[in-house]
T-cell receptor, first 113, second 116 residues
Framework: GENVEQHPSTLSVQEGDSAVIKCTYSDSASNYFPWYKQELGKRPQLIID?????GEKKDQRIAVTLNKTAKHFSLHITETQPEDSAVYFC????????????FGGGTRLMVKP | NAGVTQTPKFRVLKTGQSMTLLCAQDMNHEYMYWYRQDPGMGLRLIHYSVGEGTTAKGEVPDGYNVSRLKKQNFLLGLESAAPSQTSVYFC???????????????FGPGTRLTVL
């Protein structure tokens, strides 16, 4: 089955700096890669996703890049704000596998004001 | 439009007791999922369903059963609860695949279960 590794497990940045979280996946058939933000005690919320036919996608301060050859994808947050503090999860899925998501272990991002 | 809802929000069980968690969605989604999230970890898939009357095993199915008798509901059962099943349980749903693409999974608010 699919295996998703996520690094780092914790990340502390100063407000205004950029943050980068990286994930690798094992199954070359995976074709959908979402990123979720989870605040303490809350449900995961989708913040951005990318499909395998696209190399990069951007939404305001958030961007995701995908390297299919190397089987890794990354989340980039620019101009970080204290409200960006949360746990971020990457995931991967394959369209023919019932859209089952395999999640990475999560990254706790702390943005210091 | 309530999205994905889960009941109950919290539950404490004793070892060996049984219970059923209910997930409901009003978005007419075909696919539904049950995940568990242990402290400091990512979500792991327990069971899923690709349509009414169908279920399939995920990554960690042992000790759980599921049923999808109605399209909008997906039930997760614990027949004999164990302390190792202490976790937060999330339900999710999504539209069926379109044009070969997968689609966004929408999560419920979660059920916090403690087994003593």
């Amino acid at each position: 089955g699919e295996n998703v590794e996520q690094h780092p497990s914790t990340l502390s940045v100063q407000e205004g700096d950029s943050a980068v979280i990286k994930c690798t996946y094992s199954d070359s058939a995976s074709n959908y890669f979402p990123w979720y933000k989870q605040e303490l005690g809350k449900r995961p919320q989708l913040i951005i996703d990318i499909r395998s036919n696209v190399g990069e996608k951007k939404d305001q301060r958030i961007a995701v890049t995908l390297n299919k050859t190397a089987k890794h994808f990354s989340l980039h947050i620019t101009e970080t704000q204290p409200e960006d503090s949360a746990v971020y999860f990457c995931a991967a899925s394959w369209v023919r596998a019932g859209n089952m998501l395999t999640f990475g272990g999560g990254t706790r991002l702390m943005v210091k004001p | 439009n309530a999205g994905v809802t889960q009941t109950p929000k919290f539950r404490v069980l004793k070892t060996g007791q049984s219970m059923t968690l209910l997930c409901a969605q009003d978005m007419n989604h075909e696919y539904m999922y049950w995940y568990r999230q242990d402290p400091g970890m990512g979500l792991r898939l327990i069971h899923y369903s690709v349509g009414e009357g169908t279920t399939a095993k995920g990554e960690v199915p042992d000790g759980y059963n599921v049923s999808r008798l109605k399209k909008q509901n997906f039930l997760l059962g614990l027949e004999s609860a164990a302390p190792s099943q202490t976790s937060v349980y999330f339900c999710a749903s999504t539209l069926e695949e379109e044009r070969g693409d997968t689609d966004t999974q929408y999560f419920g608010p979660g059920t916090r279960l403690t087994v003593l």
